[in-house]
């Protein structure tokens, strides 16, 4: 079965600092990987996603960036944090065959506090 | 441009009966999802719509009109743990996921 890891959890980082979140899927080649961010209460916004090794496309201009080394490894970095960079981030994989009914699966996610 | 619009907020009683409505305008359409998230976690899939009609898992249900850009989820029987956020999305003619805000549903004994 397909598992999806994310980590670290929480981190609380002061501004201007820099950020690393790993995310790494199990049993499946080829996944279409997604970076999400969640402010407090509201939606998701798409941040990044990739259909593979060193694709990926950006939704929304920022201070972030995301990197696919390896098939089923998704980073999310940034050189210098900014407080407005706050917020729960979620990694998320769907199968890399196109299809309507393909369900995106969530890694337990990543809370960031920038102070 | 593409929307999806929900309810912010519900309030329902335990044991109870509640809709929660979501309506889209998207360019295109390849399905309809909802999820349920639990505050502090990650969403997780509840059910997937493609074609018209009424979907049913359990005490979970959606339905889907295409024709009117609409979907509901609807939950029987409700348990204090069924307090969360109902995420709606829908996919596009491009297969991207369009995400509705959330309803944040509270249950109360």
């Known amino acids: 079965s397909q598992t999806i890891h994310q980590w670290p959890a929480t981190l609380v980082q002061p501004v201007g600092s820099p950020l690393s979140l790993e995310c790494t899927v199990e049993?499946?080649?080829?996944?279409?990987l997604y970076w999400y961010r969640q402010a407090a209460g509201r939606g998701l916004q798409l941040l990044f996603y990739?259909?593979?090794?060193?694709?990926i496309s950006s939704e929304v201009p920022q201070n972030l960036s995301a990197s696919r080394p390896q098939d089923r490894q998704f980073i999310l970095s940034s050189k210098k944090l900014l407080l407005s960079d706050s917020g729960f981030y979620l990694c998320?994989?769907?199968?890399?065959?196109?299809?309507?009914?393909?369900?995106?699966?969530f890694g337990a996610g990543s809370r960031l506090t920038v102070l | 441009g593409q929307n999806i619009d929900q309810p912010t907020e519900m309030t329902a009683t335990e044991g109870a009966i509640v809709q929660i409505n979501c309506t889209y305008q998207?360019?295109?359409?390849?399905?309809l999802f909802w999820y349920q998230q639990h505050a502090g976690e990650a969403p997780t899939f509840l059910s997937y719509?493609?074609l018209d009609g009424l979907e049913e898992k359990g005490r979970f249900s959606s339905f889907l009109s295409r024709s009117k850009g609409y979907s509901y989820l609807l939950l029987k029987e409700l348990q204090m743990k069924d307090s969360a956020s109902y995420l709606c999305?829908?996919?596009?003619?491009?297969?991207?996921?369009?995400w509705g805000a959330g309803t944040k549903l509270i249950i109360k004994p």
């Open positions: 998320a994989w769907e199968d890399g065959y196109i299809s309507g009914a393909n369900v995106l699966t």
């Open positions: 998207t360019s295109g359409f390849n399905g």
């Open positions: 990739s259909v593979g090794i060193g694709q």
């Open positions: 999305a829908v996919r596009d003619q491009n297969y991207q996921l369009i």
């Open positions: 049993g499946t080649s080829n996944p279409n």
């Open positions: 719509n493609v």
